[in-house]
Each structure stands twice: as structure tokens, then as C-alpha cells.
């Protein structure tokens, strides 16, 4: 349908389906003009300092290494923590621990789960939904290729309080440490596996790496592989391609970032290269390499030793960076905006060799982040403390702004070579693998929470008719209370006729009358991404608690008519919080509001 009949149709709906609104909808005039929004890509935030360790969990005995890796499942109830180098079992068999938090902190679930052979070094990847499935690497696993290493997937019954193995997926030759790295989507539909040696038997090429990609089967917690893996095509040897993944759901894809810290840029050698692939939710075909190859600019950087995806924002940790120190180590973060840009500054660290973004986490929605430096050193003469520290993207200085203290391990113990966050971001989990204060190497978890204040946004509104939506988590709902400026029996939503409402949900759009001009404040924790179920032809949807767009993969609209209302109407491109928008679909469809890219 060409615009000037999207017109007429949008003019034709407003005026045939007003009926209980028809005296003033019918004065509405078509003023169209473009409208560009200069938002940042995340919320302004409340700055909060206090932090708590509210728990250390110790590992079970010398030298496993507790807290190698780590992970939180997204609601924050449920913590996962590897120790590769657990004896208990066997030789460096390995040992996977999975606490609940309490008010009285961390509270083992389920029994402990240990590798099948001596040197499997099972936990030493790890990844937790918020059901409780775990997925655990060993990389050195023996049972179906010699040291080619295997993910474990385990279901947890809560009834009997055990975790029971729901699927075992193996390497695919010798030598390739399958189960290196790994992670899974939020809800669990996508995992990503990474076989850092695995070889190509390519002259020149050599063990390159790769990463295998699965889909959780419908109505199951077994994984199906998708039809290709993700393949790179290396200039040095040894890059360690899979070295750190990271994936995400978007709307009805599949996002995978990967990284290959020792690769050549140029002459650079370890430079460091990361990539972003994406798919549909049935990776059927080929990955789609998305925007160019992201690379360090330094000799020896290891630009992307660690890697997080969160609201379509990546994090890449260079641990080697030199900064005014070798090696101080950096975080960068970055958004595809058709070229990648950076958000905000470069985080560096200050020590000589503090390891800064040994490992990273993103979350809420790409405005919280967590960086682990693990040889950051407190107290001279004594080395190797490691530090854990968190940011929020400040909207108004278009920076990250460090919140709080850094939490400082025990000398020697490397906290913050592993590091997770709840997808709120104020629940944090580190690992000190090498913390050594009650037995040699036995390892230490630090459970963090943020008490941070609710983020406050505020919208301006005129009086009379508003399309508005519901940008926070609101403690009631009820719409004079949150338009205390509005005119009673005036709330309207629309699902091809017009319908009175009392209340107000996050993700719908609503017709308003204000008595007044004026503007509302809204307190709480703001709207994420979400879906929106179109019908055919004209609907109206809501924004998210920051400046949003439209992710439409199926091309159902044309995401640049948007169409506000402010006395007239006009075509916009981004989204802001607490108004809702015209749209026009070409079916019956899904869409997604996500986080508008940087301006």
C-alpha cells in the first residue's frame, strides 16, 4: 500500500471508530511533520552508591578453583558456579555447585554434579535460566573424542531437589575443547557453544575455532543443532575463535556475538577481532555476518577476551590493553546502528597489568554494566586482589558512571575473572578462583546487591486528547493515578474499535484527556523490550520506559511512519517514554519495541 492511501485508510479509521470520543477525534487534523527525537539509547538513571556483599561462598576444597565460572539467572534466584579443577570426584574431574538466594543468602539446591573422567575439568563453562536448566562445559572430555570436551544440560525437579542430566552434546573431533565457552539466551531458546582448538585441516589455517549454535525443541530442555555453525576464516593460526560468546534473543532472532582475541589486524599481532551473526529463532540456512568486524588496535590487545550482549548493546572486554599503564586492560561498548558505534567512553583500568574487563556482564537492557579486573592489586605489596566494579549509563552526560565502591578480593584470590548480573542489574556474582583464605586455591564466590532507587522519567502532556502509554512498572495501575491531571472516563484503547478502560498495562496504548497542560512524573523500573501482536491495518502501541523503535523482521510496517498526536499529528522515527503511536500493518504479525539506537 502506497503512503497516500496509508493516509486515507489511517483518516477513515480515526473518524469511523470514535463513537464514544467522536466530538473530539473528528476535530483532529493530518499536520504532518518530521520529528527527530535526540534521545539517548537508555533511560536517564538514578546514581546509587550503596552496595552490599550480602554473601562469599567458598569452594568445597584446595585447589578447585571455585568460581572459575559463573552465571545468575535473569530473575536473580538462582546462581550457578563451576570449579574445574575439583579433585573430589577425580583428577581435575571438576565440580558444579547451583544456590538459591535466601534472605539468608546462598542455599544449595539439587546435589552437586561432577565431570564423568579424570581432567574433564567439567564447570568450566557454565550458564543458568530462570528454571533452573544449567548448562555446563568440559572442555577436556574424553568420551566421545580424545580431550574434545562436551556441554552437559540438566533439568532441576524441585520436587525431589536433584538435577537430572536432559542432554549430553559432544565434541565432533579430537582436541577441539568444545564447551570453552558458552552462553544462552534469557529464556533459554538459543545456546552457543564455542570449540576454541577445533581445526579446519586447512594449510595455513589450523585450528582456527568454532562455534555451534542450538535451539531448545518446542515443548522440551533438549537442544537441537542449527544447520551451520559459525565459522571463521582466520589470518593467524591459534586465534582462539569462540574464545568468548555471547547471544541474545531480539523479537524472532538470534544474535551471537563471537570473538577471536589472538588474531592478527594487520600487522598487529593478538590484536583481536569480534563478529555478530544473526538468525531466526529456527537457524535454518547460513548465519548472516551483521555490520563489520569489530577490532583492537593494539599489538597483543586481546580485544574481545570477554564478551555481553543485553537490549542489542555489546560489551567487549580487552584485558591487555595498554592504557597509562601495560596491559591496565579496557571495556568498550558498542550498538549497531546500521555502522557500530560506541556508547559512551572507553573504560580503562590504572594498574599495570590489572587485567580491566577480564570479564564483563551487561544488563538492564544495556544500562548497567559489570567489569572484573582480576590482578587489580589493593594492597601493595600484595597482588592479584582483583576488583569487581559497576556502571550505569548516565543519560544525561552520555557516559557510564561508576555506582558505589569496587569490591576488592582477598590478596592472591583474582576476583572478577568471572562475573554475571540479574537482568535488572543490581543483583552481581563474581568468582575469585584462586582465593586462598581458608584452604590453597580452593576458590570463593561473592554474592553483590545494588540498593538501587527506582528510576524516575518525567512527560509532558496538553491538555486535552493524549495518546499515552505506561513507561514504568507502576505499584497500581489505575489511571487517575497515574495521569492525576486526566479527566475521569476519558481512558481509551483501541483493538479495531474503541473500548473503555479503568487501568493501565505496559505495552498498550491508550487514548487520554488531559484537564490541563502539564507534565507527569513516573517512579519505578522502567518498561523493557517487548512484543506486540498487530492486526491488519491500523494499530495503536505503546513505548518502552526509555526512546524505543520498532524491530520488524517479518516487514509487517514501515517503521518510519509512526504517527504522535500533539494537538495535530506527526510522523516520527523514535519512540519516547509515556506516549503511544499510530502504526500501520501490512497483516496480521508480530513486531518488537526495542531500545532506539544512539543518536
Not at 547460513?286 to 577490532?295: D, M, N, Q
Not at 562475573?419 to 578462583?433: E, L, Q, R, T, W
Not at 487501568?503 to 507527569?520: E, F, H, R
Request: proline share 4%; glycine share 12%.
Amino acid at each position: 500500500m502506497n503512503s497516500t492511501n496509508r493516509l486515507r485508510s489511517f483518516s477513515s479509521i480515526v473518524l469511523a471508530n470514535v463513537s464514544p470520543i467522536a466530538s473530539s477525534l473528528s476535530v483532529f487534523a493530518l499536520a504532518f511533520a518530521f520529528l527527530v527525537v535526540a534521545l539517548p539509547n537508555v533511560s536517564n538513571v538514578s546514581i546509587v552508591s550503596a552496595q552490599t556483599v550480602v554473601a562469599t561462598e567458598y569452594g568445597p576444597f584446595a585447589g578447585s578453583q571455585f568460581g572459575t565460572a559463573i552465571d545468575i539467572s535473569p530473575s536473580g534466584e538462582y546462581v550457578i558456579t563451576g570449579a574445574p579443577m575439583d579433585d573430589f570426584f577425580g583428577l581435575d574431574r571438576g565440580l558444579v555447585v547451583v544456590g538459591r538466594i535466601t534472605e539468608n543468602g546462598l542455599q544449595q539446591v539439587g546435589q552437586p554434579l561432577a565431570g564423568a573422567g579424570n581432567s574433564d575439568q567439567f564447570g568450566y563453562s557454565v550458564a543458568i535460566t530462570d528454571d533452573a536448566t544449567i548448562f555446563i562445559g568440559s572442555r577436556f572430555d574424553d568420551s566421545a573424542f580424545t580431550s574434545g570436551g562436551s556441554v552437559s544440560v540438566y533439568t532441576y525437579n524441585e520436587g525431589t531437589n536433584t538435577f537430572v542430566l536432559s542432554q549430553k552434546i559432544d565434541a565432533q573431533q579430537d582436541n577441539e575443547q568444545f564447551g570453552w565457552a558458552l552462553d544462552t539466551s534469557d529464556g533459554g531458546e538459543a545456546l552457543a557453544v564455542s570449540a576454541v582448538t577445533y581445526d579446519y585441516n586447512v594449510p595455513g589455517n589450523g585450528v582456527t575455532g568454532i562455534v555451534r549454535v542450538y535451539r531448545r525443541a518446542d515443548g522440551a530442555n533438549t537442544y537441537a543443532e542449527c544447520e551451520e555453525a559459525i565459522e571463521y576464516e582466520a589470518t593467524a593460526t591459534n586465534v582462539e575463535f569462540g574464545s568468548a560468546v555471547a547471544v541474545e534473543r531480539i523479537g524472532d532472532g538470534i544474535k551471537v556475538a563471537v570473538s577471536a582475541p589472538k588474531e592478527k589486524v594487520g600487522e598487529l599481532n593478538g590484536a583481536g577481532i569480534v563478529e555478530y551473526y544473526s538468525n531466526n529463532l529456527t537457524c535454518a540456512g547460513p548465519w548472516s555476518k551483521v555490520g563489520a568486524t569489530l577490532t583492537g588496535t593494539q599489538e597483543f590487545q586481546d580485544f574481545g577476551s570477554s564478551l555481553s550482549l543485553s537490549g542489542g548493546l555489546l560489551a567487549v572486554g580487552s584485558r591487555k590493553y595498554n592504557a597509562t599503564e601495560d596491559d591496565a586492560g579496557s571495556v568498550q561498548v558498542f550498538q549497531l546502528n546500521g555502522a557500530w558505534q560506541q556508547v559512551g567512553s572507553t573504560l580503562t583500568g590504572s594498574q599495570m597489568q590489572e587485567y580491566f574487563g577480564a570479564d564483563v556482564a551487561l544488563a538492564d537492557n544495556g544500562s548497567t554494566l559489570v567489569v572484573g579486573a582480576s590482578q587489580y592489586n589493593a594492597e601493595p605489596p600484595f597482588v592479584t586482589h582483583g576488583k569487581v566494579e559497576r556502571y550505569r549509563f548516565d543519560g544525561e552526560a552520555m557516559d557510564w558512571v561508576k555506582t558505589g565502591t569496587e569490591v576488592t578480593g582477598y590478596r592472591g584470590s583474582f576476583l572478577g575473572t568471572s562475573v554475571a548480573a540479574n537482568s535488572a542489574g543490581d543483583d552481581i556474582v563474581a568468582g575469585a578462583p584462586y582465593d586462598s583464605e581458608t584452604n590453597n586455591d580452593n576458590g570463593k564466590i561473592y554474592y553483590i546487591t545494588y540498593e538501587t532507587a527506582p528510576d524516575t522519567l518525567a512527560q509532558t502532556y496538553s491538555e486535552g486528547w493524549n495518546m499515552v502509554s505506561l513507561p514504568v512498572q507502576f505499584a497500581h495501575n489505575d489511571y487517575a493515578e497515574v495521569f492525576p491531571i486526566s479527566v475521569p472516563a476519558t481512558l481509551y484503547s483501541f483493538d479495531g474499535a474503541y473500548s473503555l478502560e479503568d487501568v493501565l498495562t505496559p505495552g498498550i496504548g491508550y487514548w487520554v484527556t488531559m484537564s490541563q497542560d502539564g507534565a507527569v512524573v513516573f517512579s519505578g523500573d522502567p518498561v523493557g523490550s517487548f512484543q506486540v501482536n498487530l492486526m491488519d491495518g491500523w494499530n495503536i502501541i505503546a513505548s518502552m520506559g526509555e526512546a524505543s523503535v520498532v524491530e520488524d523482521p517479518n516487514d509487517l510496517v514501515n517503521e518510519q511512519e509512526l504517527y504522535s498526536f500533539d494537538g495535530g499529528y506527526q510522523i516520527v522515527e523514535v519512540m519516547e517514554p509515556g506516549r503511544a503511536y499510530w502504526i500501520y500493518s501490512e497483516g496480521a504479525g508480530v513486531i518488537s519495541v526495542v531500545p532506539a539506537p544512539a543518536p
